[in-house]
């Protein structure tokens, strides 16, 4: 037989708690009072207990104490090596993120970059079709087999009226 005192300190909460949970059924099956202290039955003390799922006695034998024991000194290596791979996790996440970061801003050039291949490009198409307004030729290509087969044609042509004309003869324009 027990105290409410000894009980609630197994358990792990305060006498009230237990005085709340000792019900006017359990103390007159279970219960006995002598002078002022109340003692119950290994009974009712079960009962008492199994009112307080929560919590975790507090009384146990030398060889669960090493048990548990050990059990704590491999929660806790397994708690610091876990820390570390946590560690190790962020320090990765850092250096992709900042990867990341360094692909996003080169894209961003090439980006650019490639804009500015384009707006040149297309000048550079307009500058040529003026060029060949100028020389003589009057047709547009429609599409690109037709762009470079023109382009043969023309650079063929301007050949021979180099031959013929010599170098002025290019930018003459034909009557």
């Keep these: 037989m027990k105290t409410i005192k000894q009980i609630a ?3 792990g909460v305060s006498k009230t708690a237990v005085r709340k949970k000792l019900t006017e059924d359990i103390r007159n099956r279970f219960a006995k009072t002598i002078g ?13 207990k199994s009112a307080f799922p929560n919590h975790i006695e507090n009384h146990v034998s030398g060889n669960q104490t090493e048990t ?14 876990l820390k570390s791979e946590l560690s ?23 980006a650019r970059a490639l804009e500015t291949a384009q707006q040149s490009y297309l000048a550079e198409q307009a500058l040529h079709a003026e060029a060949i307004k100028r020389i003589g030729g009057t047709e547009t290509p429609a599409n690109e087999s037709e762009t470079e087969e023109y382009f043969e044609e023309t650079e063929t042509d301007l050949q021979k009226n180099s031959k013929n004309r010599g170098l002025f003869g290019l930018f003459r324009r034909k009557l």
């Design 9 to 11: 300190d197994e358990i």
């Design 88 to 110: 190790i996790k962020n320090q990765q996440i850092t250096d992709l993120s900042s990867a990341l970061v360094s692909a996003q801003e080169q894209a961003a050039i090439n």
């Design 68 to 81: 548990v024991c050990d059990l704590v000194s491999t929660l806790k290596s397994e708690n610091d090596m």
């Design 36 to 48: 002022n202290t109340v003692y119950i039955s290994e009974q009712g003390e079960t009962l008492l």
